[in-house]
Every structure is written in structure tokens, then in C-alpha cells.
């Protein structure tokens, strides 16, 4: 059953150059409310602790150091069919590849660091806003 929630991080690269703000515009201007919201960072351990899933994939060492290179923004989003329109509204994972208009599209440069993270389904949704936020962080 969908929960309509899905969780998001704002990578360190769209933090570094100032899209923090525009990017959270857009996720609410298309109907997002936001759940909870963290200003925070990741060290090499956490991150490698969120990215195991990946822990197989040539790409991983890399994207661990990448993660816990600056800080990012965690959240939970609310929004009827969250997960399919979440990765509908930040595009494709490689950023060449991403639609017009679409987050990744507009904010990221490359596919290791495309700007934002968006869920792939209810129950990652789930452990990833876990790994983030208790119960009492949530409105
Ligand atoms: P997502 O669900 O669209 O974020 O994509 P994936 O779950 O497939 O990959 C997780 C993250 O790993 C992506 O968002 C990228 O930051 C990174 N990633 C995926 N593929 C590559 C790759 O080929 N090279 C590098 N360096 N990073 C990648």
C-alpha cells in the first residue's frame, strides 16, 4: 500500500552552490508538504550506511566520499502517489539524460553529483526518513 511519503536529500553539490532554497520551492510548489527537514551532514560511515544497498556497484567508494563531502538537506515529503511524482519532478539520475524543468535537469551537473536524492519505492521511503528522523521530528 502507498504510505504518500517519500524522503529526499539535497546533495552537498546543489548545497555548495546556493540551490537549497530554489530547490525546496520547487518540491513544494508541486505540491509537496514537507514532513520533516534537517540541515545536517554525513560522515564517510553514515553515508556508506545509507548508500549499502550500493555497496556492489563500482561507483560506491565514490559516492560514499561524495555524500559525506559537505552538508546536505534531509526530508520527508507528503503528497498523493509521492514516489512516482518525486522522481518524475527531479528527472532521470544522469542529468544529461533528465527532462526540461525536471530538479536534476536544472540544478546538477553530473551523475555522481546530480543534486538531489529521491526515493525508489514505499519501503526505502520508509528506511530512509528512518535513518534521519525520529517520530518526534515529524509535523
Ligand atoms: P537514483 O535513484 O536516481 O539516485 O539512482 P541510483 O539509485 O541508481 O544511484 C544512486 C546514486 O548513485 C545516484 O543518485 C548517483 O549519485 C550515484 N550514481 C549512480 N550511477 C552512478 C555512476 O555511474 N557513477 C557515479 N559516480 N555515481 C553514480
Known sequence: MSTNRTFTMIKPDAVANGHIGAIIN??????F???ALKYTKLTEETAGKFYE???????Y???VSF???GPIVAAILEKDNAIEDFRNLIGATNPADAAEGTIRNKYAKSIDANAVHGSDSDENAAIEGDFFFTAAERF
Open 33 to 35: 508538504k514537507i514532513v
Open 26 to 31: 520547487d518540491i513544494t510548489a508541486a505540491g
Open 67 to 69: 555524500m559525506s563531502s
Open 61 to 63: 567508494k565514490d559516492l
Open 53 to 59: 544497498v550500493h555497496s556492489a556497484r563500482p561507483f
